[in-house]
Every structure is written in structure tokens, then in C-alpha cells.
């Protein structure tokens, strides 16, 4: 296990939210979840619950020092295009509050779940995530930006009817890329890809500068073969990837 200090988890009792927390209170960290008064029953037995707003900065920062990292989750449940305010009122603003209160604390590291991109469908989405990924770009703090397309798992796997048509556009030259870049994660390949972040900070969050690290859905999928062998050093997970 790697990385030092608390996680703190927001978005805890979501989706991702939840099987992260249990997978890193299962290698030993110490996890921080953020959850709405009444919501705390969610959170998996042994996290730390703290009961705050994820829109608003101040109930955040108490919770974040130098050494924390911050898994930020919060946004919209099953997004669709439909739901463009949503994505300003929850995704925008939530990820607006966790970065100012970590920017306040200093924060060790900053991992983001944003989206991945460009893509033909989901144009509100996608921008307001840009948006956030600029937003933590200019804030400084050592980041992992992780760019799933769809996570497939209970309650959202209708997206796996169209494998047959992720197959075939892979064969063509002029499709590959699109096809790899939005393809479908598995939940646990998407937990995997989380905790291997967390575990990992980029080599720069020591010397507290640098661009965000970005984790496309190829890469997810080879660290998930990487996620049991130390470390990879810098290319390996770009070895991996091209051994698909």
C-alpha cells in the first residue's frame, strides 16, 4: 500500500462511492466519507462519517489537511442528457466546494472522477466536466483526473447489449480509438482504478506543481492487470495497454 494520510471520500454512499470505501478500508486506509445528515447509515462500517454539504466549502474543510487525500465523487446519479441544471447545480458546484476547501488545507492529492472525451453524446456533461477539469488544473493541487466513459454494474448494465458493437468498431482503423476511449468499465475494474490512484500519486504531488494526471478507460483497464504487481514505473502501464 502506498500514499500516506487520510482518504476522504465524497459521494460516499454513491455508487462508486461505496464499493471504493470498503476496498480501501480493506487494504488498511483510513477513509474519511462525507455524507448528508439521515444518509449515514449508508456508509460502510468502518469509515469515519462526516455529516456536511457537499456544496458548501466550509463544512468540507475541516475535515482536509496536508496529508488528506480527496476522492471527489459527488454528482448527479445516472446521468442523461436531460439534465444539463443537475450537472451545474450538483457536479459543477460540488466539485467547486471540495476544491476550494482543498485548496485551503493544502491537500496532499486530488483524485476526480470526470468523463471521458470528446464524445458525440452527452454534450452538457461532458463540458460541464471539462469545466471541473479545468477548475483543478488552475487550482494547483496535485491531481488524478480518471475519464470512465460508462461504468457497468447493478442497476446499470444496459450498456451491455452494445459489446458486439464496441467489437466491431474495434476492427476498424477509423472507429479503434473512439471505441477504446468510451469503452465500457466494469465496476470493478472502475474500484481498482480508483484505489490505484489513491495508492498512487503522481510523481509531482511531492513537489506540489505539475498538470493533473489523466487516466483514459484503456489505461483503467491495463492497471487493473498491473493492480496486484508493484508500482509500475513511468510506460508501463502504456506497455500493457499495447499488449490489448
Known amino acids: 500500500m502506498r500514499g500516506n494520510g487520510t482518504v476522504f471520500v465524497s459521494g460516499a454512499t454513491g455508487y462508486l462511492g461505496r464499493p471504493l470505501i470498503c476496498a480501501l478500508l480493506e487494504r488498511g486506509h483510513s477513509v474519511r466519507a462525507l455524507a448528508r445528515p439521515g444518509s449515514e447509515s449508508r456508509v460502510p462500517r468502518g469509515a469515519d462519517v462526516m455529516l456536511g454539504n457537499a456544496l458548501d466549502a466550509a463544512s468540507l474543510t475541516p475535515a482536509l489537511d496536508a496529508g488528506t487525500t480527496l476522492v471527489h465523487l459527488t454528482g448527479a446519479p445516472k446521468p442523461a442528457p436531460w439534465k444539463g441544471r443537475q450537472f451545474r447545480a450538483v457536479d459543477e458546484a460540488s466539485l467547486r466546494a471540495s476544491l476550494e476547501a482543498a485548496c485551503r488545507a493544502r491537500i496532499a492529492h486530488l483524485v476526480y472522477v470526470s468523463v471521458a472525451q470528446p464524445a458525440p453524446v452527452m454534450r452538457t456533461y461532458i463540458k460541464v466536466r471539462r469545466e471541473c477539469e479545468e477548475a483543478i488544473r488552475a487550482g494547483g493541487i496535485p491531481a488524478t483526473l480518471l475519464r470512465p466513459w460508462y461504468v457497468v454494474g447493478e442497476g446499470h448494465r444496459w450498456p451491455l447489449c452494445l459489446i458486439p458493437c464496441y467489437k466491431l468498431a474495434e476492427w476498424f482503423p477509423l472507429t479503434r480509438q473512439g471505441a477504446l476511449r468510451l ?26 506543481r505539475g498538470e493533473p494526471r489523466v487516466l483514459t478507460v484503456p489505461d483503467i483497464r491495463a492497471l487493473c492487470r498491473l493492480a496486484e504487481l508493484p508500482s509500475p514505473a513511468p510506460g508501463e502501464v502504456r506497455h500493457a495497454r499495447a499488449g490489448n
Open 183 to 208: 469503452g465500457l468499465l466494469r465496476h470493478e475494474e472502475m474500484t481498482r482504478g480508483l484505489v490505484w490512484a489513491v495508492e498512487n500519486p503522481p510523481a509531482t504531488a511531492a513537489a506540489g
